[in-house]
């Protein structure tokens, strides 16, 4: 049968038909037929061997498709999720539900100044339990709403949110969000806020063992009661107190929702003492808080729409925290909880939640001779001259400063304040006001040490000669920049030297000369020093310090300067203890920021500013100055809001600041006519009280010590010879956009503006003529830069 016949077959029966058998001579004749063909194919299948052998071996082919198979991935799966059950299972019963933290168990902080001898004592736990039908059930909902909408119906962990807390954490990124309102309630009465994995494993087991012993009432009332608020309150009862003077029966829905956002971050979103981003994100938290309410069907949208926010009222301080006392804890409370955030990974809610009241020793920098010596020295020079009965303005006076031993850093006396329980904000941290001129030393730093030439290419240093003509306009490459700032009473100089320019606070010479070194190389500067720059632009205005900064900033940069330019960042703890445990603090002396040279050309360039310039007779005349060595700067901004004079001794600086608020509201005011003892116009300036403060305590508390500067520039080092009268003001404004410094100052001389009590308002030249120049608009924030050392800034 053939092929064929057999393929047919096959289809037909559906097997193979038995193959036919051949006689043995048929196969023998086929054999022999079949050799000569054999013989003929072996060479060629000898040489195809050969070709084969040479060739090398090539790996079996599907290898790794053998190994991954979907059935070896998928039992390797299962079995990894049979051991985490298995150890999960383990975990769960091991770990048992711990005795809550009772507020029995907080401790007082304790406080000390650096000699040891006790500061202050804080550690009344403000707390006290309400049951929840006490607290109205819409309040309820607006902690529900802000933290967990879908607490009534979800289990008691967030799974995403907690394996996206345990991945951070062995990450080292500490903070994260996500947890149900059982699980920060877990954290809050069972366990801590270490943000270790153990701790993070035994939040998720017991949050599963609470859901299974208690309601969901239950847990909500245990975490509104444990929940830490700010203002020293725990527990929504003592937030009620805290924030609207009434207990939480009666607290209003927009109160609820209020307090509810605190708890993200209490000090930030503390009303009272919030900045101005703060007060901005706290609102939005509010606005998100009732949002969610109206999405949930817990509030009418007509009935939201309609509720404006709740603005708290002021707190009230804890005894025992009454003059100085308040500010110095509250800044070292706060310099702790940033070290925690820093280093532990905290929220700045767990971060003070770790802080206050928790049984800490510490002791601060501050040396209490000192700190006597600075509070006698601001009743002396201000408190002790303002009379508020027959003067408003008397009352709107703020008083901060800041002293820091610029060799280590230490914050060794404070002002933030007349008294912490009538003025809760910190004048001495505060950073709402212009630090004005104060600020004229940084853009020569940043001169100094970044090489910078003028417009015509002349190397920057204390001899450049600048154009000091009124309303100067500021070029750049030869472009007008569109800035042209007022010197202090419309007062016009010629050509003038760095060095006298900074004596004497000429504003169109550092507004260009900031241009001159570019803004962002001055704001990079500012930057390096210590200043917080976030969200400043750097525009031409901010040469005239247009921004806003503290006395302990100003201080920190004014430090550096004195250490030759190594950075220090003022610190007012000495140590830290819990217990039998420490934190490792943070040096305040960090690495070098400016050349050594740099900065001390700053310094022997400000020791001009003092003995020829806007601070000569409240510090260089003073009697008890006995040849010490000073280098500082005066300050007053725009319409006479702040004061400023932050100088230095070779051993200590100290930054003083005045400001102008109206209370309560906070709003910015003028210090014009305080004490009612400046002559005419009435204008308090930084070579004024702030002087006068800053030589009474500096001369009482130092001896007499020499700078040891690296530098070829400035007054200490190149005596100016007393300086002739500047120009008078000039009858019209300069039209010239080059930057070449005129001939010669204006041709009418006389006596330097502001020089005597019956000096001409600014709209008037020195005989009592109204000036000819045109009005020219001011840009927005520019300080007002006096000339002489009783009107300057």
């Known amino acids: 049968m053939g092929r064929a016949e057999e393929r047919r077959a096959r289809q037909r029966g559906g097997r193979r038909a038995a193959p036919r058998r051949r006689s ?3 196969v023998a004749d086929q054999a022999s037929q079949a050799a000569p063909a054999q013989e003929s194919q072996q060479p060629a299948a000898a040489g195809r061997r050969s070709r084969r052998a040479a060739k090398p071996e090539k790996p079996p082919k599907g290898r790794i498709r053998r190994l991954f198979t979907w059935k070896k991935m998928l039992g390797t799966f299962l079995s990894l999720c049979v051991l985490a059950i298995g150890g999960f299972l383990v975990l769960y019963n091991m770990v048992d539900v711990p005795e809550g933290n009772p507020a029995a168990q907080r401790q007082s902080n304790v406080y000390k100044y650096s000699d040891g001898t006790i500061l202050a004592r804080d550690g009344k736990v403000n707390r006290e339990i309400v049951s929840l039908a006490k607290v109205p059930k819409k309040v309820q909902l607006t902690f529900v709403a802000a933290e967990n909408k879908t607490f009534y119906s979800d289990p008691a962990i967030n799974v995403k949110g907690t394996a996206r807390g345990l991945l951070n954490t062995l990450r080292g990124r500490g903070k994260q969000g996500g947890s149900t309102i059982t699980q920060q309630y877990v954290k809050n009465y069972y366990l801590n806020q270490d943000q270790t994995v153990s701790r993070k494993l035994k939040e998720l087991v017991i949050s599963l063992k609470v859901e299974r012993e208690k309601s969901k009432d239950e847990i909500l009332a245990g975490y509104i009661n444990t929940s830490y608020y700010g203002r020293n309150a725990y527990g929504i009862q003592a937030a009620a107190q805290a924030y609207y003077r009434v207990d939480a029966e009666d607290l209003t829905v927009e109160q609820g929702a209020y307090l509810a956002s605190l708890l993200q971050a209490p000090s930030q979103y503390d009303w009272a003492i919030a900045s101005d981003t703060g007060k901005r994100l706290v609102t939005a938290r509010w606005n998100y808080v009732l949002n969610n309410m109206v999405e949930e069907d817990w509030l009418p ?6 509720m404006k926010f709740p603005v708290p009222k002021a707190p009230k301080r804890a005894p025992g925290l009454e003059g ?19 280093t532990k990974g905290l929220t700045q809610s767990e971060a003070e939640s770790k802080v206050l009241q928790q049984g800490w020793t510490i002791t601060l920098n501050i040396d209490p001779k000192k700190q006597a010596a600075l509070e006698k020295a601001v009743k002396t020079e201000l408190t002790s001259k303002l009379n508020v009965k027959k003067r408003k303005v008397d009352g709107q006076v703020q008083a901060g400063a800041v002293s820091v031993d610029p060799k280590t850093g230490k914050i060794v006396a404070m002002y933030g304040g007349e008294n912490y329980y009538e003025h809760y904000i910190s004048n001495a941290t505060r950073r709402d006001y212009q630090p004005a001129s104060t ?7 940043a001169a100094l040490d970044e090489g910078a030439k003028t417009q015509d290419g002349k190397q920057i240093g204390a001899n450049t000669i600048y154009d000091g003509k009124n309303r100067h306009q500021v070029v750049d490459n030869g472009s007008k920049v569109g800035f042209a700032p007022p010197n202090e009473d419309e007062a016009s100089y010629g050509p003038i030297t760095v060095q006298k320019a900074m004596n004497k606070s000429v504003n169109s010479v550092f507004a260009q000369m900031g241009t001159d070194v570019g803004m962002k190389n001055v704001m990079a500067t500012a930057d390096k020093l210590g200043m917080d720059t976030k969200g400043m632009q750097a525009v031409p205005a901010q040469t005239l310090g247009s921004m806003g900064a503290s006395p302990l900033e100003m201080a920190g940069i004014y430090a550096t300067f004195a250490n030759h330019g190594q950075k220090v960042t003022p610190s007012i703890i000495k140590s830290a203890e819990q217990g039998t445990s420490s934190v490792d603090l943070p040096k305040p002396i960090g690495a070098s920021v400016l050349s050594r040279t740099a900065a001390d050309t700053v310094t022997s360039v400000l020791t001009g500013v003092v003995d020829d310039g806007t601070a000569k007779d409240s510090v260089a005349r003073n009697s008890e100055r006995d040849g010490q060595q000073v280098a500082g700067k005066t300050g007053t901004s725009d319409e006479n809001k702040s004061a400023w004079f932050t100088g230095y001794t070779p051993g200590l600086v100290t930054s003083v600041g005045l400001f102008g608020e109206s209370m309560p509201s906070g709003k910015h005011v003028t210090l014009k ?21 800053w030589a009474d305590y500096t001369f009482g508390v130092t001896d007499k010590t020499e700078f040891d500067l690296d530098a070829t520039e400035g007054a200490a080092v190149e005596p100016s010879d007393t300086p002739s009268a500047p120009a008078s003001p000039s009858t019209s404004p300069s039209h010239s956009a080059s930057t070449e410094p005129s001939k010669s100052p204006s041709k009418s001389p006389s006596k330097s503006p502001s020089q005597s009590p019956s000096s001409p308002p600014p709209s008037q030249s020195p005989s009592g003529r109204p000036s000819s120049s045109p009005p020219v608009s001011t840009p927005p924030g520019i300080p007002d830069d006096p000339v002489d050392p009783n009107t300057e800034q």
């Open 673 to 693: 006519g305080a004490t009612g003892l400046i002559p005419y116009p009435h204008r308090v300036n930084g070579g004024g009280y702030p002087a006068k403060i």
């Open 24 to 26: 043995s001579a048929a």
């Open 324 to 342: 100085q006392k308040g500010y110095l804890v509250e800044l070292a409370n706060h310099q702790l909880e940033k070290h925690l955030m820093d």
């Open 301 to 306: 949208k007509d009935k939201r729409d309609a």
């Open 439 to 445: 600020f004229k030393p940084v853009i020569l730093a």
